[in-house]
């Protein structure tokens, strides 16, 4: 699975965050993008480690 394939909170499809981050920069990110699906908010956390590794996770607001 590519890491910014996600599933929505609310409906359960699969999508892709496709707001900008940057994946150099070691730490937390959070933006809202909302589901092309159903249109809903998801609160979007992408977490890049020291070593530059990026993990993505989606929530409800
Ligand atoms: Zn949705």
Not at 42 to 57: F, K, Q
Request: proline share 7%.
């Amino acid at each position: 699975m590519d890491a910014d394939s996600v599933e929505c909170p609310f409906c359960g499809e699969p999508g892709e965050v496709y707001a900008d981050y940057d994946e150099s920069l070691p730490g937390e990110q959070i933006f809202v993008q909302d589901c092309a699906v159903c249109c809903r908010p998801w609160t979007v956390r992408v977490h890049v480690t020291a070593e530059g590794e990026l993990s993505i996770a989606v929530d409800r607001s």
